[in-house]
């Protein structure tokens, strides 16, 4: 058996070795890279080097060598969670779903809380808390950094825009089962940013969250679990559909089974064309328009049983133009904050969709300037009226809109809940978005660090006091 300093000396090897090839691969000799580390893979190593060695191939896409490497660490005794992360992340890549969510499951009952080192610029330091259940790690290649990451998916809203790096010194929790039952806040943690967005895929971590938090009524929470939980679908509509000016399509849960009678009842009362989707999922996965009962039955074929459905009355939302609007708006501490205002041939519009129209059509781009720069001349104060008064109805310190202001003034909501990204994709692009994009981060830091930096004991729940304002300026 090695002794330790055969283990160190070992250690510093592999070291040495991974950063002259960590150090080629920044420089952009990728083949260089992976030949100075090469050797490494054929080694026997210790648990410490193969974990060393497999965050490298994992950072510079060699995968297969990343689980290798990971794989064999596992077989020779314990390591950290944030591995447990890595080889979750490796699996989903795979397709092998399961055993990725198992993964992530392990991690976040060995490591429910952890704690971020203190550093001296931060504006303050808070508590994250995500979810283990029902969500994934995933591989994104990072233009900035030149590698591959990590990032957590799956019914969240993504902070890692939203908070620029270094201004607040995030300790994350994993919400799994009951795991965060004996778990304590650090004294110098006044906030808790609860970034669970989605009450059907969360719904039992909301509720170890929501205990949690019971326990630390000194902390200011953004995002109450329990007004989390209040989101669904359905739940907004049923929340909705009486607010002035506002049309909240009709919409109802369904679980398909053996004969689907209560599916088929269900969209006979909404009427066709129909929108269905999985309850749970986002950005337009599973989202179908239906035209029919024919193509609703088509549709339910390829679901398994057990599966629930949304399904809600479609709108049709084009302009005069032929054109479809997607407008979207965040909430924040109360605060109206436009994000976008988007236009595309078809019905179903996301923000890579920029692209196929808006690229090319400097009148679709001032369009989206008159919205981005003063969006109450450019909504109408009728429609102002109607969003502060689903902002109201949602009750969330941060959320987001996505809208259509009919030519008569009703606001129509596509959704409207927390699981929405904060991104600078299109920036470059459309470089007229980015000085609103940073005042979105600016009042989300804002929002967290306001409270945390306080000096009252009682530290008073402020986003909550702020939301409940009736007569906030509207941000551009």
């Not at 509720?207 to 953004?222: C, D, G, K, N, W």
């Amino acid at each position: 058996m090695e002794s330790r300093s055969q283990q160190r000396d070992g250690l510093t090897k592999v070291t040495a070795i991974l950063t002259e090839a960590e150090h080629a691969w920044g420089a952009g000799q990728w083949q260089r890279s992976q030949a100075l580390a090469m050797p490494l893979f054929e080694c026997q190593l210790s648990v410490p080097e193969c974990l060393r060695v497999a965050r490298f191939c994992l950072q510079t896409g060699n995968f297969e060598r990343a689980q290798t490497q990971f794989e064999r660490a596992l077989t020779q005794g314990p390591v950290h969670p944030r591995f447990l992360r890595d080889l979750s992340a490796l699996h989903w890549r795979q397709g092998n779903r399961a055993t990725a969510r198992h993964l992530s499951r392990r991690a976040a009952m060995l490591e429910p809380l952890a704690r971020a080192p203190r550093t001296a610029n931060a504006r303050c330091a808070a508590l994250r808390i995500n979810a283990a259940e029902n969500c994934h790690h995933m591989l994104r290649w990072n233009e900035d950094l030149g590698i591959y990451v990590r990032r957590l998916g799956g019914g969240h809203f993504a902070t890692r825009h939203l908070v620029r790096h270094g201004e607040i010194d995030f300790d994350v929790a994993h919400a799994c089962n009951d795991n965060l039952a004996k778990c304590v806040l650090s004294p110098d943690t006044k906030v808790i940013v609860n970034t669970i967005a989605c009450p059907d895929l969360h719904a039992h971590a909301l509720t170890t969250t929501a205990r949690f938090l019971e326990r630390h009524p000194q902390a200011t929470v953004i995002n109450s679990p329990t007004q989390v939980q209040q989101t669904t679908r359905d739940n907004n509509y049923q929340r909705m559909r009486g607010l002035d000016g506002v049309i909240y399509p009709p919409t109802t849960r369904v679980r398909i089974n053996s004969n689907n009678a209560e599916v088929y009842a269900a969209a006979l009362e909404i009427g066709y064309p129909l929108l269905a989707r999985i309850a749970g999922t986002q950005t337009g996965e599973s989202l179908a328009r239906i035209g029919s009962h024919e193509k609703l039955r088509d549709y339910l074929a390829a679901l398994p049983s057990g599966s629930e459905l949304y399904l809600a009355r479609y709108f049709d939302c084009r302009a005069a133009d032929g054109l479809y609007r997607k407008t979207r708006a965040f909430f924040i501490a109360g605060q109206f904050y436009p994000v976008a205002r988007l236009s595309n041939t078809d019905w179903q519009i996301h923000s890579g969709d920029r692209y196929r129209v808006m690229s090319q059509s400097p009148q679709h781009q001032i369009e989206e300037q008159d919205y981005l720069c003063d969006p109450e001349k450019f909504l109408g104060a009728d429609a102002i009226s109607a969003l502060r008064a689903i902002a109201e109805a949602i009750d969330l310190d941060f959320f987001g809109i996505d809208f259509w202001v009919r030519p008569d003034g009703q606001v129509i909501v596509f959704e409207a809940n927390a699981v929405m990204r904060h991104n600078f994709d299109h920036a470059t692009t459309f470089p007229y978005t980015r000085p609103h994009l940073e005042r979105i981060s600016d009042a989300f830091v804002a929002m967290v660090a306001g409270p945390a930096t306080s000096n009252s004991k009682a530290n008073p729940k402020s986003p909550q006091n702020l939301k409940n304002s009736r007569n906030l300026p509207i941000k551009p």
